[in-house]
């Protein structure tokens, strides 16, 4: 049977293999953890605690009004030590955080209710059992479209991407391999929840040892099957998967949720079960640590609010050895270089990657027209024509190549032989296209 893939795309050098067979381990408590209460720059917020309160682990420390926010728990228990404004390492602003500093003592607070017979919940009870443990909608396919009262759409299957294609993290995959379990009953809650009776759990086909765990647990979830799709970047992109699984094509302008589908994370169904059946609200994550500057990589159970120093402290980081080095946040091609490190891991961050700066930031040169570029494209855009025109403020030109459809997954630029910023160049146009949209 031909593998399921979808148009474009490419096979950047892998660095899976340092951390793919190693199992989630935790990190070791933090003395301290920074934990942002702002999900986004405009959000509405109130802490719940006071300076110098004793808080226990899972205790809510700070509201978030709206409907893609939720709840933040802390992740150690100890003392409050400063409510404060700290770096954000998304954000590019400081934030209102809360600063815990840890007992060691690891207590948690009373187990609220559990709803492991969730099927006798109503679905609105049970999203508001989700929303308090702390998972948002922003990173939530189903709380998204949930809370954008999307159901009204006529949604028949939830796609759950365990395509994790992104050469450097591994997160995803262990979590399949050692929580298949959690994550079909994570999926089976979100079917309850969305009245959906179809779903398919997407893995590539370089991630054997996952496939085989989440077989041993689907034959009890008739309506979950499982897809093997050929490794290839960004599988993971949204509209990719549903090229790739289900034959469809999600046009420019409309979204997913347009075509009946709602995507899901496989953290976030793992994350669900754990709301719902063992009512634990999210306070740890599993990042990958990795790359040539880390003694030490793994996959590492990690306190939300933890330091990247703290964490690449344990990880081992050679920052003594190595003066110029880079290090980027997710993973690496589309992550976010890091500059500052005294910067809290947050809730959606699956990966910490590091590199020497010798391998960032070649020499760039003028377009030679060699089409690469388009052939790797998974959207189908012209990406050289776009970076050649936002880089001469052609604006008019520029926009006739849609930028907007860009997924930033960064193929063109892996691909350019003369290196040139072709995403950040996507990425002016975009800013260029909204604003031109905001003052319309
Ligand atoms: S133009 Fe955008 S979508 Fe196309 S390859 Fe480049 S980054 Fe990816
Ligand atoms: S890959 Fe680079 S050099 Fe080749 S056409 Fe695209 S932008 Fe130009």
Redesign the pocket.
Known sequence: MPKLTFSGGVNPYSYKATTKNLQITDLQIPSRVVIPIVQNLNDEVSVTVIKDEYVSIGQKIGEIKGLNCSPVHASISGKVTDICMWNHPVISLPVLSVVIDSDFKDKKITPKKTHWDYFRYSPEDLVKVIREAGITGLNSGFLSVYSKNALLKEIDTVLVNGCESEPSTTSENRLMIEHAYEVIEGLKIIMYIMDVHKSHIAVEDNSDEAIESLKKVVFKAPNVSIKILKTKYPQNGQRQLIDAVLDKTVHSGTSVTDSGIVIESISDCYAIYQAVVEAKPVTSRVVTVSGSLIEKPGNYNVRIGTLFSDLLDQCGYKKETEKKMKIILGASMTGISQVILDVPVIRNMSGIFTMKEDNVNPKTHA????????KACPMNLM??FI?IYAESFKWDECLKYHPEDCIECGC?AY????K?P?VQQIKLAKQYKEELHVKA
């Open positions: 377009c030679i027209r060699c089409t690469k570029c388009i990406p050289n970076s063109c691909e350019c032989i003369a040139r072709i």
